[in-house]
């Protein structure tokens, strides 16, 4: 038989997958998922289950928390990368981590063959397609969704038919889950003027009482939360647990996507709006005005590289030095406040902070330099804008 590993996530499109692909064209199905936060063991056992029951001969799962971590999320943190301001590329930022790890597990087993549920409509097909052809070119790319241009109602028809019973028309919602936040896509995002309602997001208003938290970066690494240090991973789950019962990190992004066309989707990351914004408050505190300006511009283009499927790209590599040399200084702690559906950021302790007030305070007086001094300065500074205004006046 022809040996395939087939990206699994045990929804509606990779389950007709797997059924698919090991009745219908004989396939040697091993179904494999990437954990980047959000399945326990349960979950995991259950996709496990389906898989097999679905015809996969073997079934795989990859825990790769720790690496996307360590690999993607770390430098989008570094990077405050918020895609069009709004999305802190949640699920976007996962697929590159996972389409790695299926493409080398497949060279492990010796498999010629990678199949995913993608669409021809998102850009997940991008993602997986130029992670695959860049890292095993020798592997064909079998995409059944894709290709025969299937809609929902003609997969569940087809799984009812083999004898496959699951209640998909329940799920109204698509629901992707991960260590850096929650997508949610359903009928209202199919559109531009209608909001998701309240229930579509998966956690409710819990709270109603402001909270105040301290959180501690190290070299622009998040390593406590009110004076309690954990690893990086364990604060973002702390985080997310607790400030998604304040309702917090809820939106709803409108991007270009790789293939040319507007999308719209919801989302829910509490704790990664929630760093960003601490992280970069402590950075502006910490580091030069120019340092921000070119950080800014890298920063983005980071983000825009990684959401377009552009991660193995060795200036990604350029960009991840830079960004991390950027950190030097960034240690200290950020005070913020959660409230029902929103938080503050209040101030900074840092012993890395530029407002030393030693030296000079805004607006007041100063140590550095004289009244003449600074005359002189404004001065010298205005001459490129007087030599303007006299030659074209």
Not at 136 to 147: E, G, L, Y
Not at 308 to 322: A, C, I, K, S
Request: proline share 2%; charged share 25%.
């Amino acid at each position: 038989m022809k040996k395939l590993v087939l990206a699994y996530s045990g929804g509606l499109d990779t389950s007709y997958c797997a059924k698919y692909l090991s009745q219908d064209k004989k396939f040697e199905v091993h179904a494999v998922s990437v954990n980047t936060g959000g399945f326990d063991d349960e979950e995991i056992q259950s996709i496990k289950e389906r898989a097999l029951e679905l015809g996969a001969i073997s079934y795989k799962s990859i825990d790769a928390v720790q690496i996307f971590y360590d690999k993607v999320v770390k430098y989008l943190i570094f990077g405050n990368v918020l895609k069009n301001n709004t999305y802190p590329l949640s699920v976007s930022a996962e697929r590159i981590i996972q389409a790695i790890e299926i493409v080398n597990y497949a060279k492990k087993i010796g498999a010629n063959y990678i199949a995913h549920g993608s669409t021809g409509a998102g850009n997940d097909q991008v993602r997986f397609d130029l992670i695959f052809q860049t890292l095993a070119p020798n592997i064909k790319i079998i995409t059944p969704i894709r290709d025969n241009k299937l809609a929902r109602h003609q997969e569940i028809e087809y799984l009812q038919n083999n004898g496959i019973k699951y209640a998909w028309e329940k799920a109204k919602y698509s629901i992707n889950k991960g260590l850096w936040g929650t997508s949610i896509g359903g009928e209202e995002t199919l559109s531009s003027h209608l909001p998701l309602p309240d229930n579509a997001y998966p956690s409710q208003l819990q709270l109603s009482d402001t909270k105040d938290i301290v959180l501690r970066f190290e070299k622009g690494e998040l390593i406590a939360i009110d004076g309690k240090q954990d690893s990086q991973i364990n604060n973002i789950e702390k985080l997310n647990k607790l400030a998604s019962k304040y309702a917090i990190g809820r939106d709803i992004h409108v991007g270009d996507t790789i293939i040319g066309i507007k999308g719209r989707v919801g989302f829910e990351a509490p704790a990664p709006l929630i760093i960003i914004k601490a992280h970069h408050l402590l950075e502006k505190h910490t580091q030069t005005k120019w340092q921000q300006h070119h950080k800014e511009q890298l920063g983005n283009w980071y983000g825009m590289l990684l959401h377009e499927g552009q991660y193995l790209d060795e200036v990604m590599r350029n960009f991840e030095v830079f960004l991390a040399d950027t950190q030097r200084y960034v240690t200290g702690e950020v005070f913020v406040s959660l409230h029902p559906y929103r938080f503050t950021v209040n101030g900074i302790a840092s012993k890395h902070d530029l407002m030393d007030a030693s030296f000079a305070s805004y607006g007041e007086s100063n140590e550095g330099w004289t009244a003449d001094e600074a005359k002189g300065f404004i001065k010298i500074t205005a001459n490129q804008g007087k030599i303007f205004n006299h030659v074209n006046s």
